[in-house]
């Protein structure tokens, strides 16, 4: 079991950056995969980016790609999204995610959810 707590959203100018923080409780952080989502208005919820285990593989969705940024600190229990060069095409409340699979797939069930945080990106 895991509870996930997202921080570090705000209203940003296109071309800014962020650093989303995902905190974890429990002491087992490190057993699972973890993964950002983001649902904007109007939209389907989207898969952003995952990270392994260890945080040595990662993920990332073509949009984001080159601009966004997963890391873990499994000593600290979180998990991080670096978001870069920001577009107002990335507004979207962004959530992160929590897997007990054994292996980090593009396929990926997810089985515990923060709250998330709102990031908005004004042009």
């Known amino acids: 079991q895991v509870q996930l707590v997202e921080s570090g959203g705000g209203l940003v100018q296109a071309g800014d950056s962020l650093r989303l923080s995902c905190a974890a409780s429990?002491?087992?952080?490190?057993?699972?995969?973890m993964g950002w989502f983001r649902q904007a208005p109007g939209k389907e919820r989207e898969f952003v980016a995952a990270?392994?285990?260890?945080?040595?593989?990662?993920y990332y969705t073509g949009s984001v790609k080159g601009r966004f940024t997963i890391s873990r600190d499994n000593a600290k229990n979180t998990v991080y999204l670096q978001m870069n060069s920001l577009k107002p095409e990335d507004t979207a409340v962004y959530y992160c995610?929590?897997?007990?699979?054994?292996?980090?797939?593009?396929?990926?069930?997810?089985?515990?959810w923060g709250q998330g945080t709102q990031v908005t990106v004004s042009s």
């Open positions: 429990g002491r087992t952080f490190s057993r699972y995969i």
């Open positions: 990270i392994s285990l260890s945080g040595s593989r990662t």
């Open positions: 995610a929590a897997s007990t699979a054994e292996y980090l797939q593009p396929e990926q069930v997810y089985d515990y």
